[in-house]
């Protein structure tokens, strides 16, 4: 079992920058999809960016395309969101997901991750 700790979320105005990482208990550093997921209240959970591990594509909602960056730090089994140019409509709790891939599945689907964080507010003032 992988245990996921979400960090660096708080307030910010519209237009500022954040970084949140996801520290994972057991190493990720090949074959996993790691993703960071969205939800906002009233809203469903939706998916954010997510890459995989060990070589393969990164995907990222269209809203943050430009914005937005996932990357990995593979010493430290700790996955980031740098968030750039904030909005108000990036507000919402943000989640850190994992899911093992094996050989074939390269992170393009939104489904099935096995592991979660407990997540960490965003929040973003106009």
């Known amino acids: 079992r992988i245990q996921l700790v979400e960090a660096g979320g708080g307030s910010v105005q519209a237009g500022g920058s954040l970084r949140l990482s996801c520290a994972a208990s057991?190493?990720?550093?090949?074959?996993?999809?790691m993703a960071w997921f969205r939800q906002a209240p009233g809203k469903e959970r939706e998916g954010v960016a997510r890459?995989?591990?060990?070589?393969?594509?990164?995907y990222y909602t269209d809203s943050v395309k430009g914005r937005f960056t996932i990357s990995q730090d593979n010493a430290k089994n700790t996955l980031y969101l740098q968030m750039n140019s904030l909005k108000p409509e990036d507000t919402a709790m943000y989640y850190c997901?994992?899911?093992?891939?094996?050989?074939?599945?390269?992170?393009?689907?939104?489904?099935?991750?096995?592991?979660w964080g407990q997540g960490t507010q965003v929040t973003v003032s106009a």
């Open positions: 057991a190493a990720t550093t090949s074959n996993y999809c």
């Open positions: 890459m995989r591990t060990g070589g393969g594509s990164t």
């Open positions: 997901a994992a899911r093992w891939t094996g050989r074939y599945d390269s992170c393009s689907a939104l489904s099935d991750f096995t592991y």
